[in-house]
């Protein structure tokens, strides 16, 4: 298997120009972009409180909300230049009153004990920016209601794009990101185990259910 090679920049998209660019960028392709992962998320979310790790700009928060009236959507997010935008995107489309960002990370246990319990956990396109996966993933299991589920998406690493000498873009992520049994020993190490992992083409998906 190829060897992974983290993001060698900041792990959050800074300053108001990049920000704003990577919204335009998801409202053009936004639905392309979450396509597959709607096809997976619809069968899977409970209904209730969630928690969106790493919502960006907004885009895709603001889409959940829409599709699945949930009681309320906290978006976790690491740029709080990111989170600016993201709260004028949720003024212009009138959802403020549902959805709420918190400037921090996955590995901030009790950041994420703060925020009380979830019913639904769900990243895209995150996962590979976590500066310490294993450490998440316990903190974001323990932030779960009982019977809730936590679905992380991303890209997997591995393919002919892991080759090619791009500069940016998908070709880092796929380097960053992580295998199926890379996860899946996070999970062993964890005590986890009513889990599964997905992988097709660029994507795979870990779906944890807490019993």
């Known amino acids: 298997m190829p060897e992974r090679i983290p993001h060698t920049d900041l792990v959050k998209i800074t300053g108001q120009k990049k920000t704003t660019d990577y919204l ?3 409202q ?33 928060t603001v889409l959940v909300a829409e599709r699945y009236n ?19 995107y949720c003024v212009e489309k009138q959802m403020s009153d549902k959805i709420k960002y918190v400037n921090g ?22 996962l590979h920016h976590w500066l310490n996966p294993e450490k998440g993933i316990k903190n974001l ?32 992520s796929i380097r960053a990101s992580y295998t199926p049994d890379e996860i899946s020993q996070m999970l062993v190490c964890l005590g986890t185990k009513n889990y599964t992992i997905r992988k097709s083409g660029l994507y795979m998906d870990l779906l944890i259910r807490k019993e």
Do not use: C, H
Not at 28 to 57: H, Q, T, W
Not at 71 to 77: D, K, P, Q, R, V
């Open 28 to 60: 053009a392709m936004g639905k392309f972009y979450f396509r597959d992962f709607f096809s997976k998320f619809d069968k899977i979310r409970n209904n209730g409180r969630f928690l969106e790790v790493g919502p960006g700009p907004g885009f895709q």
């Open 24 to 26: 335009k960028m998801q």
């Open 105 to 126: 990370g996955v590995e901030n246990t009790s950041l994420i004990e703060s925020l009380q319990k979830f019913d639904t956990i769900y990243s895209t396109f995150s």
């Open 141 to 172: 299991y323990g932030a779960l209601n009982d019977k809730g589920v936590l679905f992380i998406y991303d890209f997997y690493r591995g393919g002919l794009l892991y080759y090619l000498n791009l500069k940016r873009g998908v070709w880092e």
């Open 70 to 88: 949930p009681s309320e959507i906290i978006g976790l997010e690491y740029s709080s230049d990111m989170i600016k935008v993201a709260e004028d």
